[in-house]
């Protein structure tokens, strides 16, 4: 079990590519930070830096206290699970989760005791004598879980393990990681683009764009309050919506001359804001259906163009302001219909402001 | 309407299907034919005794009185022993060499990455395009210098100048199909270069070890140039020239041992190709698809 620090950590590629801008993170010990970002933004080549997979351009990678920049893999005391598992095909599972360990001249009782402990954790003690060939895309995940368990390193480094993997079972999976975590609590880098897999997982979530980092925070935090349109955007599901918008008179004004009230508690916070341009940020869950007891709240008659009914909840897409596609969150008893003007609740109190200029969220 | 589309299209597909099947087998067959006429003839040849094959007027490709008496009189023969011994000999300590050098070579070039290494591995495949019948010479003059002509530890020397090219060429295309994940899984686990070729890359890269094993194996058992190059005494011979160079003596010709001889020579290959069939061709296939 270790902490983890990442300081000033550049990575440039031949011809002089970025993949990461000197970024800075520290991990606790126990802890389970998740990298998440689109295609691109470095979140894997981070996570291979912090693996020895990747030679650093500049800055340092510390584990447990020491600074491991020029230590091999093998020395770092990690375990690393991949996206397309990485078993080795000749070996059985048994052997595959004793293999790390085979290595480093464990005594054979030692090993048998590991294995047999993880496969327990993992629930794979059938399969132990199995070929990773004869195994589920599930099972092998799994199996590769089992190896980095078995070596008890100071840290897991997860690179998009649950990518291969169908809806169904990936759900099930991260379900499943979280258990391992609570039980083994070791210090754990998981790398995906899933923002759900992030949120869900994550004690913190690091969101990273174009090699540096947006911002980091417990999952809520980022939700509630992110720091800038690109988190706005990438955390949640369905996306926020962003609109043009100006402040004025205490009110936002949309470009098609919807005026929304903004809340008492809000106006300070605004007050800069008059007369620039800006983006107006709402999440679909706080457009819903008509609430008139909901305190700070702006009432607007929309006209529904797409209906999505998904059982638990209703999405309905609309125009409003400039955005041509807006997405609201209606309970599924409400009735609605196409082209049939609906009243819509906007809850103000978890509205957002962002500068349009530099993308920061007001 | 769409039903009776659909069903005349199957029906093309059919009918297209039976005309690629047709031309199959009929080259096939032609194939089969032309490549296997020599051996059978060979086989026909080495049955008949040498009045019968002295007698112009019969079918050639007929028996009337089949004898073993050119098998027996081969088999019998001390040097045919000798040249069975050698070939064995040079072939084995060949194919070991090659394939630890060929092994070696292609997981460094394959693996690697250092500077030139995308030139070096182009560099093994273009000596494997230069022919022995132009190497023989300066290597005469190498394999001379070293004290070892005449000598079949001199045609180990040689040998692996035709054998590793191509089999490194093999064990890169199959070791570049093995995913990268799998050398960081196993550099992450603990295992040094070499532990991680011995325990994850050999084992997995078997089907195409074997591939090259056989190729190896065939090219030094069959090999004739050097031989006939390096070699001048009997004691010395392999096979292929001891066969030719013992059974003519003069414009006289021992056909039915120079028959039996040649088809007890290729035995070996036959039987190695027979069993190992599979392995050579998925071996040879690998990397196809990937890399």
Not at chain 1, 44 to 61: H, N
Not at chain 1, 211 to 216: F, K, M, T
Not at chain 2, 113 to 133: E, K, M, N
């Amino acid at each position: 079990m270790a902490n983890v620090s990442l300081r000033n950590l550049v990575k440039e590629y031949d011809g002089g590519v970025q993949a990461v801008k000197g970024i800075n993170l520290d991990i606790q010990d126990h802890e389970f930070v998740v990298l998440v970002g689109p295609s691109g933004c470095g979140k894997t080549t981070t996570l291979r830096m912090i693996a020895g997979l990747e030679e650093i351009t500049k800055g340092e990678v510390d584990i447990g206290g020491n600074v491991v920049n020029d230590v091999p893999p093998r020395d770092r005391d990690i375990a690393m699970v991949f996206q397309n598992y990485a078993l080795y095909p000749h070996m059985s599972v048994y052997e595959n989760m004793a293999f790390g360990l085979t290595l480093r001249k464990f005594a054979r009782s030692e090993i048998d005791k590991r294995v047999k402990n993880a496969a327990r954790i993992l629930d794979i003690e059938p399969l132990l004598e199995r070929k990773p060939k004869a195994l589920s895309g599930g099972q092998r995940q799994r199996v590769a879980m089992g190896r980095a368990i078995v070596r008890d390193p100071k840290v897991f480094l997860f690179d998009e393990p649950l990518s291969n993997l169908d809806a169904k079972l990936r759900v099930q999976m991260r379900t499943e990681i979280k258990k391992v975590h609570q039980t083994v609590r070791t210090t754990t880098v998981y790398v995906t683009h899933d923002q759900v897999e992030a949120m869900t997982l994550a004690d913190r979530v690091v969101v990273m764009n174009h090699g540096i980092i947006e911002q980091v925070g417990p999952p809520q935090e980022l939700y509630h309050n992110p720091a800038t349109r690109f988190v706005a955007g990438f955390i949640g599901s369905p996306a926020m919506n962003f609109l043009h918008a100006r402040v004025e008179n205490d009110a936002v004004h949309l470009t098609d001359g919807t005026v929304l009230p903004i809340p008492e508690s809000r106006r300070a916070r605004y007050a800069n804001a008059v007369g620039k341009p800006l983006l107006f940020g709402i999440r679909p869950e706080h457009l819903t259906d008509h609430r008139p007891h909901l305190p700070g709240r702006a009432d607007l008659i929309i006209t529904p163009e797409v209906i999505e009914p998904m059982g638990m909840e209703t999405m309905v897409h609309f125009h409003l302001g400039d955005a041509r596609d807006c997405c609201a969150r209606f309970e599924p008893t409400v009735h609605v219909e196409p082209n049939v003007p609906i009243t819509l609740t906007v809850d103000m109190n978890n509205m957002h402001l962002l500068d349009e200029a530099t993308g920061k969220v007001l | 309407m769409q039903a009776a589309t659909m069903g005349r299209r199957s029906g093309s597909l059919r009918a297209e299907r039976r005309w690629a099947l047709w031309t199959a087998y009929v080259s096939l067959i032609i194939a089969c034919v032309i490549f296997l006429m020599p051996p059978v003839y060979m086989l026909i040849t080495s049955l008949k005794t040498n009045a019968e094959m002295a007698n112009l007027q019969g079918n050639p490709w007929i028996v009337l009185n089949p004898t073993l008496e050119h098998y027996r009189a081969i088999v019998e023969n001390p040097l045919f022993l000798t040249f069975f011994w050698n070939s064995i000999k040079v072939t084995v300590v060949t194919v070991i060499l090659s394939m630890v050098i060929s092994v070696l070579a292609a997981f460094a070039l394959a693996r690697m990455r250092f500077w030139g290494s995308q030139w070096l591995a182009t560099g093994v495949f273009l000596t494997y395009l230069v022919p022995d019948t132009l190497l023989f010479i300066p290597l005469y003059q190498i394999v001379g210098g070293l004290g070892l002509l005449n000598n079949t530890w001199g045609l180990v020397l040689v040998y692996p100048t035709l054998t590793v090219p191509f089999c490194t060429w093999i064990m890169i295309g199959y070791f570049a199909s093995i995913p990268k994940e799998l050398d960081e899984a196993a550099l992450i686990d603990g295992a040094s270069w070499p532990q991680m070729l011995i325990k994850i890359f050999i084992p997995v890269a078997l089907p195409g070890i074997i591939a090259a094993t056989i190729f190896a194996f065939t090219v030094s058992w069959a090999a004739f140039v050097y031989p006939t190059a390096f070699i001048t005494t009997p004691d010395q011979m392999p096979l292929t020239i001891g066969v030719v160079s013992t059974l003519v003596r003069g414009d006289t010709f021992a056909w039915g041992q120079i028959m039996a001889g040649a088809l007890l020579a290729a035995l070996p290959p036959v039987i190695v190709y027979a069993f190992l069939m599979d392995y050579y061709i998925a071996g040879l296939t690998a990397g196809a698809t990937k890399g």
